[in-house]
């Protein structure tokens, strides 16, 4: 009798025992496995087949940027693709098409009914200028300032942007030099050095362009001092000009330019020589001021009515540089000529 009742009350504790264990299973599901999901995020946002390939936009900060390059052309609308989180919805959907502006607007619904909303902003990439050559790479105060920067992308913005500079390597001292304007394109600049001033100098110079807040890499030339065999630099006449001379007198030959003296000063008192026609006159030979040079006759007589008169000047960059110029004779002292 005690061992039927013992069996029947071990089946009822096991019958018992599933059945707490049964309800604390279900117990242990979590609530929130049955709320609505709240999440509202843009997970990706493409463009397929502009400019040639799809454009991945970023997504930040509830904007959504997507780069475009400058050479590309920028279309009015755009079908963007859209993923969204799982179970949110997207407006406008995926694929419609929308204004490439920043007046777009899309909002994100979340599961739970909760909104996120995003902006368009294209960002137009402007590429960054490239010199590829400066010509020439020897450049003159006042006798030779043309110079062309070749390169690429130079007109990616506001052509007025558009700017060269010149830096000295020696103490970093930085100008601009004038551009003309009608003379640019996407891959040619022409500019000039700009007007000569006691703050200009010479050697070696770095140039580069500058494109709104977009700068180019550099190029080194150098900036020499006027070239005075271009002979229109420099003027020359006789302080004895009209009268007679006789061998041991002393004649002054003056030196001016056009140019406040900006050329005269990089050669006086630095000429080697001097030829008049059969007189040639060697550095010793001449006295010479800041405009200047006075020598004295010698007792030979010419062989023949001088034309012309010859210059010669050591330049620091090169071999001995000079000045072939001819003169009117009303410029000229009457000198000693053989009969």
Not at 107 to 128: C, F, M, W
Not at 165 to 180: C, H, M, N, S, W
Not at 311 to 327: A, E, G, R, T, W
């Amino acid at each position: 009798m005690s061992i039927n009742i013992m069996k029947r009350f071990s089946r009822i504790v096991w019958v018992l025992g599933v059945c707490v264990w049964s309800l604390l299973q279900g117990c242990s599901k979590t609530e929130y496995e049955y709320e609505k999901r709240p999440y509202k995020n843009i997970e990706s946002f493409v463009l397929m087949g502009y400019a040639g390939d799809s454009i991945n936009a970023t997504v930040n900060n509830g904007n959504i940027i997507v780069y475009w390059a400058a050479e590309a052309e920028l279309p009015k609308t755009i079908k963007p693709v859209i993923a969204v989180s799982a179970h949110a919805t997207i407006s406008p959907a995926s694929g419609t098409e929308v204004s490439f502006s920043s007046e777009t607007v899309y909002k994100v619904t979340a599961e739970d009914g909760s909104v996120q909303t995003y902006r368009l902003k294209p960002v137009i990439n402007h590429a960054v200028p490239r010199i590829s050559s400066i010509s020439p790479n020897n450049l003159h105060w006042i006798s030779s300032t043309q110079v062309t920067v070749s390169g690429e992308y130079f007109l990616t913005g506001d052509t007025s942007d558009v700017h060269v500079y010149a830096q000295r390597l020696r103490d970093g001292f930085e100008f601009d030099l004038p551009i003309d304007y009608t003379k640019i394109s996407m891959t040619s600049i022409t500019a000039n050095l700009p007007a000569y001033s006691d703050i200009q100098d010479t050697g070696l110079h770095k140039i580069f362009v500058k494109i709104g807040n977009r700068v180019s890499d550099e190029k080194e030339v150098t900036l020499r001092m006027p070239d005075i065999s271009y002979t229109t630099l420099l003027h020359l006449s006789f302080d004895q000009a009209g009268k007679q001379v006789a061998a041991g007198d002393s004649v002054t030959l003056r030196l001016s330019d056009d140019y406040n003296g900006d050329v005269i000063k990089w050669y006086a008192k630095h000429f080697t020589k001097l030829v008049i026609e059969d007189y040639v006159f060697e550095a010793d030979a001449l006295t010479q001021t800041s405009n200047t040079i006075k020598f004295k006759l010698p007792d030979t007589p010419l062989n023949s009515k001088p034309t012309g008169i010859v210059l010669y000047f050591m330049s620091p960059y090169y071999s001995p540089i000079y000045l072939s110029k001819l003169l009117s004779q009303d410029v000229w002292p009457i000198f000693p000529v053989k009969n």
